[in-house]
Each structure stands twice: as structure tokens, then as C-alpha cells.
């Protein structure tokens, strides 16, 4: 399953290449790639939490092998779109949007497999080799992307996309994982309720999504910046973009091996990792330096992908087993269902100032709620202390 998802993952980076570049030339608009992630995005934040429960609730492996094939058929028609020279801003549009309702639908189903398959005691390094292969994905797919867009031309980086998904869809038709905890058979509804009462009353797992949507926001909106901090900032082709994505990709890996080195996960390393994500966000602001840029994207896929798997990690054991795709959506919530908002944010801050302003927001405000969570952590667990002591002193005592 590992290698038919990372030469998938591969082809998939191509594609979510190609399509802001593809958005820029024919746009020559930083504000038309904002809405194009906001288009990319949006089924995030209106299906996150639902798709948990779906995770919860069906098969997964069948479901995967439903949005893998319906996934391949949305690649093969921008290809043939492409080809056709009949692409127009709208259709990227439109496809960015079916994309997204396979992505969210897609994510918490993974990710349930992947512990049916491996068990609770591997998780953590479950998380976070299959970060190593994904972020790995960003060093091959987008450098590929760059040199195939000059060369080949837009058309072959969908196609290979297409084509990708199909050794996928081989493994997931052989593969037979462990039984799946079998849920109760409630309604939608009452069984999203479950899964935001149960973050409602716990403040650290409340804290850890809330940390993960204002970062999401303010700051991470990677794919609407780059092309345009690659074109108009820097002045480059589609050949330096690639590499800038795949500098980030390559930084990626060595935090995924960071993580993975991790006996556990922690919240010193989540906060570790968003607050070198801020860091080196805010370093980037200013320069126009192509060689220092890229050095700099290094360090800020190693940061990300640290802060992202051990988030990751400390929500599903931290979690009960029965809420864990649910708890799964809402961080896909926090981390992607609130992207359209952070997208266009962004697109607009470039057109009023650059990537210079959007780069700047984006790295103080990631500052300023690392600090915020860290305190608030604090005093989360000092009141725990406090009651856990209290509950301890006999009656007669008190």
C-alpha cells in the first residue's frame, strides 16, 4: 500500500503544481490563486466533520477504492482539457472543488486504514514514515511538475496523475485489514455532536485545533504564495517554482525522520515545529534571494511536518478509539476546512503589499499563538494538578 500511495502522492503534487501555476498564467493574478485554493478548500470546511463520522461508520478500505477511481477520472479530464487547449479559469475552479470533496472524504479513511493495518502500538511511526513518504512526494512531484510544465507542457503532468492512481486502487483491491471497531449505529448528526462535546470538554485537545486553524489562516496558505513569490518576488519560471515545492518537500522528509525518531509524540514537539514553521515564515517575508529562499523552505517543510505528525499523533491516542476518525475530520477541519479563509486572505494581502506583507502576517501571528498556547498549556495543566491533589486529601481533612 506504501508505494502504490507514494507514486499517487507523487503524481498528486505534480497536479496541485501545476494547477496555481496553471491559475497564474492564465489570470496573471495573485487573487485568482487565492480563490482557486479557496475552491480547493472549501469542501473541507463544509464536509470535515460529516466525513469523520462516514470514516467511523463504513468500510474503509471500499471507500478509498471509490474516490481513488473517482479521482483518476477528475485527473484524465483535465488532461483532456488541457490537451484540447480549451482551459479556462473557471474549470480550474470547478475541478479544485471536486478535488476537494475526494480529499476530505479520502483523509480520515486513510488514515482509520493505516491503524487497522498497523495497530496502536506502531501509530506514531506509522504517522509519521507515511509523512516521510508523502513530504518525499514534495521533493519528487513538484520538481517534476517544474521541468515536465517547461518541457511537456501542463496536459502530461494530469495525465501522469491519472495513471498513478491505478496501482492504488490494484493494492487496495488485495488488502484485507484488521476489523474495524464497530461503531454503534447512530444518525450523522448525533454522532458529530459526540465528537465536538468530547473536544469541548477536553481543553488540551481543544487547544492543540485551535493552535492548528490560526496557523492554517494566518500563515500556512503555501500553495497560494509560492507561485506568486516564485514569479513576481523572485522573477522565476515554472522550473524554480518546482524546486522551491521541492526544497519544501526535502525539509519535509527530514522532519518526518525527525518524528520518527520520537519514542512519542508531544506537545513540546508541536509546539516546537509551529513555532520554527513562524520563524521561518517571517525570515522569508523580506528576502529575494532564490538560494536563501530555497534553503529557508528546508527548514520550513521540516517544521511543518514535525508540527503536522505529532499533532497528529497526540489527537488519536489521546482520543477514545470509537471518536478517532472523528477526531481525525475535526483536525482536518482545523487544518484544511478553514483554508479558504487563510486563501483568500492571502491573495489579498499580496496584491496590497507582496508576498512581503502576506509572509510577515503570516509568520508574526504564528508567533504570537505559539506563545499564547504555551502559556495556556501551562495553566491547563497546573488547574489539573491542583483538582488531582484536591481529589486525593481525605473528606475529613477537608
Known amino acids: 500500500m506504501m508505494a502504490g500511495q507514494s507514486l499517487s502522492a507523487c503524481a498528486l503534487w505534480m497536479q496541485d503544481t501545476t494547477l496555481p501555476w496553471l491559475a497564474y498564467e492564465v489570470s496573471h493574478s495573485p487573487v485568482a490563486v487565492g480563490w482557486l485554493a479557496f475552491c480547493r478548500y472549501i469542501?473541507?470546511?463544509?464536509?470535515?466533520?460529516?466525513?469523520?463520522?462516514?470514516?467511523?461508520?463504513?468500510?474503509?478500505?471500499?471507500?478509498?477504492?471509490?474516490?481513488?477511481?473517482?479521482?483518476?477520472?477528475?485527473?484524465?479530464?483535465?488532461?483532456?482539457?488541457?490537451?484540447?487547449?480549451?482551459?479556462?479559469?473557471?474549470?480550474?475552479?470547478?475541478?479544485?472543488?471536486?478535488?476537494?470533496?475526494?480529499?476530505?472524504?479520502?483523509?480520515?479513511?486513510?488514515?482509520?486504514?493505516?491503524?487497522?493495518?498497523?495497530?496502536?502500538?506502531?501509530l506514531s511511526n506509522a504517522i509519521a514514515l507515511n509523512a516521510s513518504l508523502v513530504n518525499a512526494a514534495r521533493v519528487v512531484g513538484p520538481a517534476a511538475a517544474g521541468v515536465v510544465i517547461a518541457t511537456a507542457g501542463a496536459g502530461v503532468c494530469f495525465t501522469l496523475n491519472a495513471v498513478a492512481y491505478l496501482p492504488?486502487?490494484?493494492?487496495?483491491?488485495?488488502?484485507?485489514?484488521?476489523?474495524?471497531?464497530?461503531?454503534?449505529?447512530t444518525t450523522a448528526v448525533s454522532a458529530v455532536r459526540e465528537g465536538i462535546a468530547y473536544v469541548r470538554g477536553t481543553p488540551e485537545i481543544r487547544l492543540l485545533l485551535i493552535l492548528t486553524a490560526v496557523i492554517t489562516i494566518s500563515g500556512f496558505n503555501f500553495r497560494v504564495m509560492l507561485p506568486v513569490l516564485s514569479s513576481d518576488t523572485l522573477g522565476a519560471g515554472p522550473e524554480v517554482f518546482g524546486v522551491l515545492i521541492g526544497c519544501f518537500g526535502i525539509g519535509s522528509v527530514l522532519g518526518a525522520?525527525?518524528?520518527?525518531?520520537?519514542?512519542?509524540?508531544?506537545?513540546?514537539?508541536?509546539?516546537?515545529?509551529?513555532?520554527?514553521?513562524?520563524?521561518?515564515?517571517?525570515?522569508?517575508?523580506?528576502?529575494?534571494?532564490?538560494?536563501?529562499?530555497?534553503?529557508?523552505?528546508?527548514?520550513?517543510?521540516?517544521?511543518?511536518?514535525?508540527?503536522?505528525?505529532?499533532?497528529?499523533?497526540?489527537?488519536?491516542?489521546?482520543?477514545?478509539?470509537?471518536?478517532?476518525?472523528?477526531?481525525?475530520?475535526?483536525?482536518?477541519?482545523?487544518i484544511a476546512g478553514v483554508a479558504p479563509i487563510g486563501s483568500v486572505i492571502s491573495g489579498w494581502l499580496a496584491g496590497l503589499g507582496g508576498t512581503e506583507l502576506a509572509f510577515g502576517v503570516a509568520g508574526l501571528t504564528g508567533l504570537a499563538m505559539v506563545g499564547y498556547t504555551v502559556l495556556r498549556v501551562r495553566n491547563v495543566r497546573a488547574t489539573a494538578r491542583r483538582e488531582a491533589v484536591v481529589a486525593e486529601v481525605p473528606d475529613a481533612v477537608l
Open 43 to 122: 469542501p473541507f470546511a463544509a464536509l470535515s466533520v460529516s466525513s469523520g463520522a462516514a470514516a467511523d461508520r463504513f468500510d474503509n478500505r471500499k471507500m478509498l477504492i471509490v474516490l481513488q477511481v473517482a479521482a483518476a477520472l477528475i485527473a484524465a479530464t483535465l488532461a483532456a482539457l488541457t490537451f484540447a487547449d480549451l482551459v479556462e479559469l473557471w474549470h480550474l475552479y470547478v475541478f479544485a472543488v471536486l478535488g476537494g470533496v475526494i480529499a476530505v472524504l479520502d483523509w480520515p479513511s486513510r488514515n482509520a486504514l493505516t491503524l487497522q493495518l498497523v495497530g496502536p502500538e506502531n
Open 257 to 334: 525522520f525527525v518524528a520518527a525518531s520520537q519514542t512519542t509524540a508531544s506537545w513540546r514537539a508541536v509546539l516546537a515545529g509551529a513555532g520554527g514553521l513562524s520563524v521561518v515564515t517571517l525570515a522569508i517575508a523580506p528576502l529575494r534571494s532564490v538560494v536563501i529562499v530555497a534553503v529557508l523552505l528546508v527548514g520550513m517543510g521540516a517544521a511543518y511536518t514535525i508540527w503536522t505528525s505529532n499533532t497528529q499523533s497526540v489527537l488519536v491516542l489521546t482520543g477514545p478509539k470509537e471518536l478517532r476518525g472523528r477526531l481525525l475530520a475535526l483536525y482536518l477541519l482545523a
Open 168 to 185: 492504488l486502487v490494484a493494492t487496495l483491491l488485495v488488502i484485507r485489514p484488521a476489523r474495524r471497531v464497530k461503531q454503534a449505529r
